[in-house]
C-alpha cells in the first residue's frame, strides 16, 4: 500500500494550486517567484506521477481540467494540514490542534444546537471549523477528495467508497408567501403546485431531483426560476416570482415570517438524511468529537420534530372530536 502513494513534494503541491487559481503559467510563475519554464517542468513532472492531465493548454490560455480541479481542492487540504502540523511540531505544544473541515446539504445551524459546538470550540481551541455548505453533489465530492473530513448529507444512492449512518429524515415542505391561497391549508397536496410558478434549487441537486421524480407520475411542474442560495430563493418567493419545495431544515421559521411553509402529501416526500464518510479514511480526534456532537444535534433534531408532529396531530384530532360532538349536541 504505500509503494502505491506517489511520492509528491509540497512544492509541487503550490505549484498546481497557483496555475489553477491564476490560469496562467506566466502569472503563476511570478506568484511562485519561479522562472516559467522551471513551473512548466514541475506541472509536467507532477502529472506524469499522478497519470492524468492538470491542466489542458492553448496558446490563449490554461483550463484546469476536471481531474484538476480535483486535485488542487485536495492539494489545499493538504498544505493547510501540512502547515498546522509543522506549527504545531515546533511549538511543541499540548494544546489540540488542527482543522476540521464539515460539507453539509443543510445548514446546521438550524439543526445543531449553538451551545453544542461553542462548547466543542472551547474544549478544542486550537482548532479551527470549517463548514462547507452546498449541493448533494458538492458534499459527495468534498468528502470523496479529501476536502472535507465528513459530510452530512442524503444517502441513497451513493457509492460504496462512503460509509454512511442514518441519522433521521428529512420531511420536504411547500414555501410560499403568507399570504398565498394555499398558506390557508394545513398540508399541500403535490398536485396542487402543478402549473404553479415554483422557484427552484438547481436540477444537479437532490431536493429537485426528488421533486422531479416525484412528480413525473402526470404532474406537470412548473420551474420558473433557479438559484442555489436559501436567501435569494426566500426573496424571490416573497416577492411572489413563486413558490419553492424545500427540506423541512431549510424551511423559515417565526410566526410573523411572511413566507411559510406547509407539508407536502399525495405523496409525502421524505429522504433519509445522516453521515457520510470515506470507509478508508479514520477521523482524528477532533474531528470525531465534532461528529459526536453533529451527531446528537441531529438526533435531537429529528426527536423533537417528531414530537411536534406528534402534538399537531393530537390538536387536530381533538378539534375534530370537539366538531363531531358538537355536530351531535345540535
Do not use: W
Not at 496555475?19 to 503559467?25: G, I, P, Q
Not at 405523496?267 to 453533529?294: F, K, N, Q
Not at 414530537?307 to 345540535?330: D, G, H, I, Q, V
Request: glycine residues 6%; contains cysteine.
Amino acid at each position: 500500500m504505500i509503494d502505491a502513494v506517489p511520492d509528491l513534494h509540497s512544492r509541487q503541491l503550490r505549484a498546481a494550486l497557483a496555475v489553477a487559481e491564476y490560469r496562467s503559467f506566466v502569472a503563476a510563475a511570478a506568484a511562485l517567484k519561479v522562472s516559467q519554464p522551471a513551473l512548466t517542468r514541475t506541472i509536467k513532472l507532477l502529472e506524469a506521477k499522478l497519470g492524468v492531465l492538470l491542466f489542458a493548454r492553448s496558446t490563449r490560455e490554461v483550463a484546469v481540467t476536471e481531474a484538476g480541479k480535483e486535485f488542487a481542492a485536495l492539494a489545499e487540504r493538504l498544505i493547510n494540514d501540512l502547515k498546522i502540523g509543522v506549527e504545531s511540531v515546533r511549538e511543541r505544544s499540548s494544546e489540540r490542534r488542527g482543522q476540521i473541515v464539515v460539507a453539509s446539504v443543510v445548514s446546521l445551524a438550524s439543526l445543531v444546537s449553538p451551545r453544542l459546538i461553542a462548547d466543542f470550540a472551547r474544549r478544542y481551541g486550537g482548532v479551527e471549523i470549517h463548514f462547507r455548505e452546498g449541493l448533494q453533489g458538492s458534499v459527495r465530492d468534498d468528502v470523496r477528495s479529501g476536502v472535507a473530513d465528513f459530510g452530512v448529507g442524503y444517502l441513497d444512492r451513493l457509492p460504496r467508497l462512503f460509509a454512511t449512518e442514518r441519522l433521521g429524515a428529512e420531511r420536504f415542505h411547500a414555501v410560499l408567501p403568507a399570504g398565498h391561497g394555499l398558506a390557508a391549508q394545513r398540508e399541500i397536496r403535490l398536485k396542487a403546485l402543478e402549473d404553479v410558478p415554483l422557484v427552484s434549487l438547481p436540477t444537479e441537486s437532490r431536493t429537485r431531483r426528488l421533486i422531479d421524480a416525484a412528480a413525473a407520475a402526470g404532474i406537470a411542474l412548473n420551474h420558473a426560476a433557479t438559484a442555489n442560495r436559501l436567501p435569494t430563493l426566500y426573496s424571490l418567493i416573497g416577492n411572489g416570482v413563486g413558490l419553492a419545495v424545500l427540506a423541512q431544515s431549510e424551511c423559515p421559521r417565526g410566526k410573523d415570517a411572511a413566507v411559510v411553509s406547509r407539508p407536502l402529501v399525495d405523496p409525502c416526500i421524505t429522504a433519509d438524511i445522516g453521515i457520510i464518510r470515506l470507509r478508508e479514511r479514520d477521523l482524528s480526534a477532533a474531528a470525531a468529537s465534532l461528529l459526536a456532537v453533529i451527531r446528537t444535534g441531529l438526533k435531537e433534531a429529528a426527536s423533537s420534530r417528531g414530537e411536534r408532529r406528534t402534538r399537531r396531530r393530537k390538536r387536530s384530532l381533538t378539534a375534530a372530536a370537539r366538531r363531531r360532538n358538537s355536530a351531535t349536541l345540535r
